[in-house]
């Protein structure tokens, strides 16, 4: 199981990036898959996830809720986090996971999984 996430970056707050993350050597779309972030001293918070395409269901956190959106392309074994609106509180290092062990349901995540992190940072 392999996990790698892209698209992070600088950006203004206000403005929209958005991650991707590939995953290899297994289907993610059987599977919950999504993103937590952290940020320098802090813990890891999860921000977002979606469970497997039986199920489609989606879980986000308070503070991203209306912002960011999930998303996935099967045939393309990737999963997206759209985020508009940002704020510099979403600086942190984004980092996509899996849990092959759950196909229904996403939250609470279990975290099996994850790859490299992608850096955001938003600041004027």
């Known amino acids: 199981v392999q996990l790698q996430a892209s698209g992070g970056g600088l950006v203004q707050p206000g403005g929209s990036l958005r991650l991707s993350c590939a995953a290899s050597?297994?289907?993610?779309?059987?599977?919950?898959i999504g993103w937590f972030r952290q940020a320098p001293g802090k813990e890891r918070e999860g921000v977002s996830c979606?469970?497997?395409?039986?199920?489609?269901?989606?879980w986000y956190a308070d503070s991203v809720k209306g912002r960011f959106t999930i998303s996935r392309d099967n045939a393309k074994n990737t999963v997206y986090l759209e985020m508009n609106s940002l704020k510099p509180e979403d600086t942190a290092v984004y980092y996509c996971?899996?849990?092959?062990?759950?196909?229904?349901?996403?939250?609470?995540?279990?975290?099996?999984?994850w790859g490299q992190g992608t850096q955001v940072t938003v600041s004027s």
């Open positions: 996971w899996t849990d092959t062990r759950v196909a229904y349901g996403c939250y609470p995540p279990g975290y099996e999984y």
């Open positions: 979606i469970s497997s395409s039986d199920d489609g269901s989606t």
């Open positions: 050597g297994f289907s993610l779309d059987y599977y919950a």
